[in-house]
């Protein structure tokens, strides 16, 4: 048989909920006082007892349920309350007994419910004087069970309360934060940002094909207006400055553009009018150097151009007749030796398309320093309802990688021909998205272009 708890000495008695324990600060160090000059004596009830034990093991709760279970082991072999804090005031703490609980009297109360056993056992409890005891609990409902069956409570101050412990989440967040920072300092801190510069929504644009009428009416133009060759000299003679190889080069440019070029007029305004443009910009923004620093441009819906392109819509222009030393003037003596690379700070086109990935590198991309490239997205059959465009940088001495998207929405437009361009002139009618012979300061400037997407040279 249980054996009544005397607590006539003490002048507040008090029968604690769990998170007196278990979620305040240290119970030595809590300003007692503010419940008096004392004596104090807090009293832990079966319930409180078992959900303390409950957290033995638990990772944030473990050392302070065994240290506070340890405390109380001298109760257990006295049965006189033990020592909490000497004060003042004077703290003690101990265990207290219930009698059998009549749980039918208390219909309000759910014996399953944790919150509801501590005020049953309360109301229960086996000491020499009740009308002593009071509840200690932040909790509103255990409070509130107690004052309706007659019991004091009185609630937990905020400021005894611990500061939040961090959510999971919140701590893996500030881990990775933690390591975030240590990588900052051991390696570069690079920035990418991928933007439009045509404005947005992007039109992807549908031209119908010319018809036979006004297919003729270009093609009779374009072979008016075609270089011809004199061949003779004002003797009568075969001109020494006759080009022997221009009727061949004529009449291969007369095949290709009746046959290929001018049935295909309506792609090529579809591919000029598919031109958008996109600016990359990385930067290093911390104190060390990138090494080997890579930057590769990526779509899986569209292709990409190192520089604008340009469509001979309209077939490439008619040959000429060239004089003798003609095929020097188009030498390009600046190719002949191997590009230099000997620059460590300087970007280099390593993969220039068109093609769904362009890649720049850098041997030394020093701190604080940024690099910009512009480039072309052509819209092609692929791209639907939205253009995606990622910019990917890595670096020798950069663990992982930095990356940043544009997703660019599109909308459909649909044209005729004569819409588009006019026939009779061969001028263009509907306005680009982007001009790329707009301030081109040569021909190197522009990547030309058939109808069909083969690469030419210009003249």
């Known amino acids: 048989m249980s054996v009544v708890l005397n607590i006539s000495a003490y002048a507040r008695v008090l029968i604690i909920d769990t998170q007196v324990v278990l979620e305040t600060k240290p119970l030595d160090q809590l300003p007692w006082a503010e419940f008096g000059q004392g004596p104090i004596l807090l009293l832990v009830c079966r319930q409180a007892q078992s959900e303390i034990d409950a957290k033995k093991n638990d990772g944030r709760l473990g050392s302070r349920a065994r240290s506070f279970n340890k405390m109380l082991d001298s109760f257990l072999e006295t049965r006189l309350p033990a020592e909490l804090s000497a004060g003042p005031p004077r703290v003690d703490v101990a265990l207290v007994a219930n009698a059998r609980i009549d749980w039918d009297a208390l219909d309000d109360l759910d014996r ?25 609990s932040h909790d509103m409902r255990p409070r509130d069970g107690a004052i309706t069956h007659g019991l004091r409570a009185t609630k937990l101050p905020e400021h005894w309360l611990r500061a939040p412990e961090p959510s999971p989440d919140e701590r893996e967040r500030a881990r990775l934060e933690r390591e975030l920072g240590m990588l900052r300092t051991e390696q570069p801190l690079i920035e990418v940002r991928v933007e439009a510069i045509t404005p947005l929504p992007w039109r992807k644009l549908v031209v119908e ?3 036979d009428e006004q297919t003729e009416t270009i093609q009779s133009a374009i072979l008016r207006a075609a270089p011809r060759q004199d061949g003779e000299d004002a003797f009568g003679l075969s001109s020494l400055s006759r080009d022997y190889s221009f009727d061949e080069r004529k009449r291969k440019w007369r095949d290709r553009l009746i046959a290929k070029d001018l049935p295909a007029m309506h792609l090529g305004l579809q591919r000029l009018h598919a031109q958008q ?20 441009v990526r779509s899986g819906n569209t292709t990409l ?16 007749p060239r004089a003798f030393h003609d095929p020097l003037r ?5 190719r002949l030796g191997p590009a230099s690379r000997h620059e460590p700070f300087t970007f280099y086109i390593e993969e220039e398309g068109p093609g769904p990935v362009l890649i720049w590198s ?6 604080e320093k940024s690099f910009e490239v512009e480039l072309s997205v052509e819209l092609g059959t692929g791209t639907s309802g939205k253009a995606q465009v990622e910019a990917v940088v890595t670096a020798r001495n950069m663990k992982g990688d930095v990356r940043a998207q544009l997703i660019a929405p599109i909308v459909d437009a649909k044209m005729r021909f004569d819409e588009v361009v006019d026939p009779a002139t061969r001028h263009l009618i509907a306005d680009l998205a982007f001009d790329p012979l707009d301030g081109i300061q040569s021909d190197d400037d522009v990547r030309w272009t058939r109808s069909d997407g083969s690469l030419v040279r210009k003249d």
């Open 330 to 334: 188009h030498m390009d003596f600046g």
């Open 112 to 136: 399953h419910d944790g919150d509801d056993r501590i005020v049953a056992q309360a109301l229960h409890a086996l000491v020499s004087d009740r009308a002593q005891l009071e509840l200690l």
């Open 362 to 367: 850098c041997s030394s991309f020093r701190q």
């Open 209 to 211: 094909p010319a018809s």
């Open 277 to 296: 443009r996109v600016r990359i910009t990385i930067e290093n923004a911390g104190p060390i150097t990138a090494e080997g620093l890579s930057l590769e």
């Open 305 to 320: 151009h190192s520089k604008p392109y340009y469509v001979f819509v309209f077939g490439k222009p008619a040959p000429y």
